[in-house]
């Protein structure tokens, strides 16, 4: 199985200010054929079911504010919130397509300092 | 706009069966993508459970595999979940979701029904 590693745990961050969440894979979720990772993130608020941000690592999904953003490549992943807004407080997951079982990160807590 | 709803029994006993149904609106099933069981238990991260195509075809777990079996049902635009034998550890908020199915195997889950918590105890 691969596992899905995100850091920090939670992080509190000002209005405005940049968030920074990581996900690393224990094992490369890039397929060198088509030089795609395999790699979505996924916003959850309480009480609310995931939400689609970004797959292929870097795709993000119709609707979602460009101030959320997904780099990197191989194993280390990053999502990058440019401008914190309230709305933003939530718990972030990396989830891994590259090979069953499909696996999720443990999760990363955002919240406003 | 697609919208799936998840449905059923909220207790279960230790060793039955739990059996949930996905009821998808907006969207036939027949028309593509996978459809995919994901579970959350308090506190952690999602789990997948497994997946099916309108064809039949599925995906799951290694870990649930030989106590899971996820079907569809095509005439009611539904799909759904079946899990015995189970215990403590099974209790989750149980999701059902759109599997996108550009790649093998499928990718990621959108979107994703409001979930139902399953408590498993006598």
């Known amino acids: 199985d691969i596992v899905m590693t995100q850091s920090p745990d939670s992080l509190a961050v000002s209005l405005g200010e940049r968030a920074t969440i990581n996900c690393k894979s224990s094992?490369?979720?890039?397929?060198?054929?088509?030089?795609?990772?395999?790699l979505a993130w996924y916003q959850q608020k309480p009480g609310q079911p995931p939400k689609l941000l970004i797959y292929?690592?870097?795709t993000r999904e119709s609707g979602v504010p460009d101030r959320f953003s997904g780099s990197g490549s191989g194993t280390d992943f990053t999502l990058t919130i440019s401008s914190l807004q309230a709305e933003d407080v939530a718990l972030y997951y990396c989830?891994?397509?590259?090979?069953?079982?499909?696996?999720f990160g443990g999760g990363t807590k955002v919240e406003i300092k | 706009q697609v919208q799936l709803q998840e449905s059923g029994p909220g207790l279960v006993k230790p060793s039955e069966t739990l059996f949930l149904t996905c009821a998808v609106s907006?969207?036939?099933?027949?028309?593509?993508?996978?459809w995919g069981w994901i579970r959350q238990p308090p506190g952690k991260g999602p789990e997948w459970i497994g997946s099916?195509?309108?064809?039949?075809?599925?995906y799951y777990n290694p870990s649930l595999k030989s106590r899971v079996i996820v079907s569809v049902d095509t005439s009611k635009n539904q799909f759904s979940l079946k899990l015995t034998s189970v215990t403590a550890a099974d209790t989750a908020v149980y999701y059902c979701?759109?599997?996108?199915?550009?790649?093998?195997?499928?990718?990621?889950?959108?979107?994703w029904g409001q979930g139902t918590l399953v408590t498993v105890s006598s």
């Open positions: 989830q891994q397509y590259y090979s069953t079982p499909l696996t």
């Open positions: 979701a759109r599997h996108f199915a550009l790649t093998t195997p499928p990718g990621w889950f959108d979107p």
């Open positions: 907006g969207y036939s099933i027949s028309s593509g993508y996978y």
């Open positions: 099916v195509h309108h064809s039949g075809s599925t």
């Open positions: 292929w690592a870097s």
């Open positions: 094992q490369s979720v890039l397929d060198s054929s088509n030089n795609n990772n395999y």
